[in-house]
């Protein structure tokens, strides 16, 4: 057992055999007292054995560290004096006492890494894999009798069952008559010595906390001679630990182990059984050790995590887990796989069978895929509007379609879970859909019998659901038929026996069915795995391997060809921007997205992953908003041309603008876009005041255009920009959390700037033009202007006959929430608003607002004219955008949303102190992450945005230090999204490189 030595004695005793002046530390150990000692060059590890230990046990020890000499990933020994590598000395009991000595591996261990990836852990199984290629050579290993940590002495557990939970008996009885059962079997997998314990605290992990990689491995004290297969189910077990889909994260451990070391398929067959066996066994020491040893506390650390683990483990289906460690390790993820694909060729059924009374049966694919062209939105939330698009296609053609058909449809929340990689959906269909008509007939495809009839009753589940069992050269297999009618008034009952062509049911109606339009859901299983109501029809993407092994294509047993969309990879699309795009066009995310698809407040990828958007305002009513997409339809379908023709559209949308401001600004222009808006404005004011000079503040933006550049400190000042243009007057960014002023003065302050600017241009009768400023800064860094600020310009600038204009690009239509316009937020009437982004919903339009006053002074004889400004398409668009906010009460949801999530934001800020200020009005919000002196903290922020897209959350980081990370989706953001926001912030916040980096 454990002694406590005096630091002092240990390095005394150092020094005496090794010569080597170190400062000594205690370190955890189980049993020996082990030291990290720290010297003038070097770092080293060294350990103190127990009264009675075997020497030759010790000797092990040194010789695995020997033959591991050239293995990078492990310590090196280090001799004593004289050349020994164990040395001994006595204890005050004048008991003999072992030691050792190794060089220490620098690092974190695995158990405080955050987050563990993918990558951690495939280079785990890696590392542990040819540390065995090297064991493996060990002829003669050091046994320990009986001992407890070496699964294959598993069977000790029997007697301590009443040490676990209740609740885990159950599970652990069943485990421990399985092994009985198959020891036999299990007894002739091939051993080796084996490090027997690669658990998360010896692991060690390099310091770099973005891209961390394993240092080494540690302690191989309890290095044993046991069943290869056992390593593996060690290092799963430690590495799933916390993961929110250990099914998943054993499979990332699998596939780096088995890339080293091949495994066979016959010790895969135990890897579920040994990973809980392991879990078991942990939990059974450590309630023992508990009650033996009370005051060593690393004996019992992570129990909390380890029973969670049993858990979840436990609930995983073996078969299942089976085939996705199958595939872990390239056999085919169900073993009849191919067998059944040989057999089923030669021994299929047909359309004529399943489809018997049915006239048509010629198959036509369509595409309801994420990326198909065929299937709008509208089509997916409005089953007539499907139907009535089938029905135009269908001709004399059996619609069809589906395997593995990536999709947009499946909606409820049975479809989602929360995984280490944020919320993810299943989408991969499994089956094939026939578009028949309700109470079509279906027949059996085999002889079989029923083995499940029932309603399935969740949203958008199978409605009448039969699953047949069929027996073909000792193959079982499973056909399903999904969204039939009500099978409680079905003559047919479980266990029946069923002929092929036998008459099984028929197709239900949208009230019986599951909520779909009629159809047929079809589909072949290997095995039901416990399933004994149900059996999954659609699988997540990344999962489709598997689930595509356990459910062949029913294309094969029907005799049909189907084709099949293929999934456009991204690298093609990079390479092809590469080749016609020009070069300063840059892509979000350190791993670009193909996005194929939006609707509502997501974007859905080309792999039907879909991503909350919490950043694009410009979809503000809503990604392809239905009613948006239906105006421009019919508005496209009638006529756009220019505003030198009369037109109704023009002026409806022009009334309904004007009418949301103040009565003084009363005439509008129609144009493109913002900095077409602001190019316009700017005109405007210059010949209205005879002057070209302008004030800007420093973190502006104002659009991409020559002069809009020229307005635009936040890019004339940037890398490339060409610096301020001498018509051009900056003030500071008006920011009270770190700008130039802060606190109660501030407005004041900012104010005393475009004082100085206006009073000295007046001296040198260098006239000013304008001011143009957003309510708040967007690019900025979502700065809300200092309150009284605006007011103060306004009241300055009508005495001297400036124009103030307002760019509420980015703020107007309700965003801000409390008021419709950011300028009403400061009580100040501008002369121009400009406004462009969100007003056609992605719809190119913008629009410049001002007075008559304005409007009679710029009608010089010159004519305005742009070309597309006003067209019926974009007004029509624009106004259906304006009913929407309204109709749905948009600026209230941003008000209600948006101080709901401020509020969530801040209770962030109180737990991390990265975040240093959470700002902005209604949707419409920045989190700045600085350090304790406010210093901008700009790779925090990428970080953070590309973990959060990982995640499944768009995100973006902006502001003149890019270390704001801004918040502004579109208007339907909704509380549910709120939480699932913050939920996940919270999350990457506790990240270490967030924490510490
Ligand atoms: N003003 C502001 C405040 C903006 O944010 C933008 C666009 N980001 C523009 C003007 C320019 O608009 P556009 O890109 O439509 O020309």
Same mark, same amino acid.
Not at 394 to 406: Q, V
């Given at each position: ?38 010297? +003038? ?30 293995? +990078?990933?492990? &310590? ?24 050792? !000595? ?46 407890? #940590? ?92 916390? %993961? ?19 495994? =066979? ?9 040994? *990973? ?7 939990? *059974? ?20 995590? !380890? ?5 979840? #483990? ?13 595939? %872990? ?29 049915? $006239? ?155 909520? #779909? ?15 004994? $109501? ?77 991503? @909350?958007?919490?950043?694009? $305002? ?44 103040? =009565? ?33 503040? +420093?973190?502006?933006? /104002? ?37 130039? /002023? ?23 009768? $260098?006239?000013? &033009? %304008? ?24 009241? @300055? ?21 409390? =008021? ?102 209604? @949707? ?23 973990? !959060? ?45 967030? =924490?510490?980096?």
């Amino acid at each position: 057992m454990k002694n406590k030595f005096e630091l002092g004695f240990i390095e005394k005793l150092v020094f005496s055999n090794y010569k080597i002046r170190s400062k000594a530390i205690q370190v955890n150990g189980e049993i020996d007292d082990n030291f990290k000692l720290v010297s +003038k060059d070097n770092i080293f590890f060294f350990k103190i054995y127990p009264k009675n230990t075997d020497k030759e046990f010790v000797k092990f020890q040194i010789d695995i560290l020997h033959l591991l000499k050239k293995n +990078k990933k492990t &310590s090196s020994n280090t001799p004593t004096l004289n050349g020994n590598v164990v040395g001994s000395f006595q204890d005050k009991d004048n008991n003999l006492r072992f030691f050792r !000595m190794n060089s220490w591996i620098e690092g974190r261990l695995w158990s405080k890494v955050n987050p563990i990836s993918k990558s951690l852990r495939f280079e785990l199984g890696g590392i542990s894999a040819k540390i065995l290629n090297e064991l493996k050579k060990v002829k003669k290993g050091y046994v320990i009798e009986n001992f407890d #940590w070496d699964l294959q002495n598993f069977l000790w557990t029997e007697k301590y069952i009443n040490e676990l939970e209740i609740s885990k008996r159950n599970v652990v009885e069943k485990l421990i008559s399985n092994f009985k059962q198959e020891e036999e079997k299990y007894k002739q997998l091939r051993k080796s010595i084996i490090h027997n314990d690669i658990n998360d605290n010896n692991i060690i992990i390099s310091e770099d906390l973005k891209v961390p990689s394993i240092n080494g491995i540690i302690d191989f004290g309890d290095c044993t001679y046991s069943q290869l297969i056992n390593e593996v189910a060690i290092l799963c077990t430690y590495a799933i630990i916390r %993961s929110k889909n250990p099914l998943i994260s054993a499979c990332e451990v699998l596939e780096g182990f088995n890339n080293n070391l091949k495994i =066979k398929e016959g010790e895969i067959y135990f890897l579920y059984d040994l *990973i809980l066996m392991r879990i078991t066994v942990s939990l *059974i020491k450590s309630s023992l050790n508990k009650k033996n040893n009370r005051d060593n506390k690393y004996l019992v650390i992570s129990q909390d995590d !380890m029973k969670l683990l049993f858990k979840n #483990w436990s609930m995983i289906n073996k078969e299942l887990a089976l085939c996705f460690f199958r595939k %872990s390790c390239g056999y085919s993820p169900h073993k009849n796989e191919k067998k059944f694909s040989t057999i089923i060729k030669e021994n299929n059924s047909s359309l004529d069978i399943l489809f018997k009374t049915l $006239n048509k049966k010629d198959p036509k694919a369509i595409d309801m895929s994420v990326s198909s062209e065929w299937l709008d939105n509208e089509m997916i939330i409005d089953n007539n509007r499907f139907e009535q698009k089938l029905k135009s296609n269908s001709e004399d053609k059996l619609l069809c379609g589906g395997y593995l058909e990536i999709r947009p449809v499946y909606d409820s929340l049975d479809y989602e879970k929360i995984t280490d990689y944020g919320i993810e959906n299943r989408t991969t269909h499994l089956g094939i859909d026939f578009w028949v008509n309700e109470k079509t007939p279906v027949y059996s495809i085999m002889d079989g019998f029923v083995k499940i009839i029932t309603n399935d009753k969740t949203k958008k589940g199978y409605g009448g659901l039969i699953i047949i069992e069929h027996l073909i050269n000792n193959i079982k297999y499973y056909s399903l038929y999904g969204h039939l009618s009500d099978q409680k008034k079905s003559k047919i009952k479980k266990g029946q026996k069923i002929k092929k062509g036998q008459k099984i049911g028929e197709i239900g109606n949208k009230k019986e069915n599951g909520g #779909w339009t009629p159809h047929l859901h079809f589909q072949i299983m290997l095995t039901l795995l416990n399933f004994k $109501n149900d059996f999954p029809g659609v699988c997540f993407f990344k999962e489709k391997d598997v689930w595509s092994s356990i459910c062949p294509n029913p294309e094969i047993i029907l005799n049909i060809k189907l084709p099949r969309i293929k999934v456009q990879e991204n690298h093609k699309l990079i390479t092809l921007r590469k080749k016609f795009l020009g070069a300063n066009l840059r892509l979000s995310y350190q791993t670009p997205l193909h996005i194929v698809r939006g609707f509502n407040q997501f974007l859905f990828d080309n792999y039907g992953r879909k991503y @909350l958007d919490t950043v694009n $305002n410009i979809a503000h009513v809503g990604h392809q908003n239905i009613n948006v997409v239906k105006s421009a339809k019919k508005q496209l379908g009638i006529l756009n041309t220019n505003t030198r023709y009369l037109h109704k559209e023009i002026l409806d949308l022009s009334e309904k603008i004007l009418r949301k401001f103040p =009565k003084k600004l009363s005439k509008i222009y129609f144009v493109n876009s913002g900095s077409e808006a602001n190019e316009l404005a700017i005109r405007m004011s210059e010949i209205y005041t005879n002057s070209n000079n302008h004030i800007v503040s +420093k973190g502006g933006y /104002h659009g991409n255009t020559n002069y809009a550049i020229n307005l635009s400190n936040y890019k004339y000042m940037s890398k490339g920009g060409r610096g301020k243009s001498k018509n051009i007057y900056e003030i500071p960014m008006p920011d009270i959390f770190r700008g130039k /002023h802060r606190g109660k003065n501030a407005s004041k302050k900012y104010f005393s700037y475009v004082q100085n600017i206006v009073e000295k241009s007046k001296m040198k009768k $260098n006239k000013i &033009s %304008s001011m143009i400023i957003e309510p708040i800064l967007s690019c900025g860094g979502q700065i809300e202007l200092p309150k009284t600020f605006l007011k103060k310009c306004k009241n @300055l600038f009508a005495k001297n006959n400036i124009l103030l204009i307002c760019d509420e690009v980015q703020t107007g239509f309700g965003r801000v929430g409390e =008021k419709f316009w950011g300028f009403e937020l400061y009580d100040v009437i501008p002369d121009i608003v400009t406004l462009g982004k969100p007003m056609g919903n992605g719809h190119p339009v913008g629009a410049v607002i001002f007075s008559d006053e304005i409007s009679e002074k710029f009608n010089n004889g010159m004519e305005f004219f742009s070309s597309f400004g006003g067209n019926p398409v974009s007004c029509k668009i624009a106004s259906e955008v304006i009913n929407e906010i309204e109709s749905k009460d948009l600026q209230k949801n941003a008000m209600t949303i948006g101080n709901y999530l401020k509020k969530g934001l801040n209770s962030l800020a109180t737990k991390h102190p990265i975040i240093g200020d959470v700002r902005g009005k209604g @949707l419409f919000i920045g989190f700045e992450l600085v350090d304790e002196k406010l210093n901008p903290l700009e790779d925090k922020a990428i970080y953070l945005k590309n973990r !959060m897209k990982d995640l499944g959350f768009l995100m973006s980081n902006d502001g003149i230090d890019h270390n704001v990370i801004k918040i502004k989706p579109p208007m339907i953001f909704n509380k549910k999204n709120a939480d699932n926001l913050l939920f996940f912030l919270d999350l990457v916040l506790k990240e270490d490189y967030i =924490k510490y980096g």
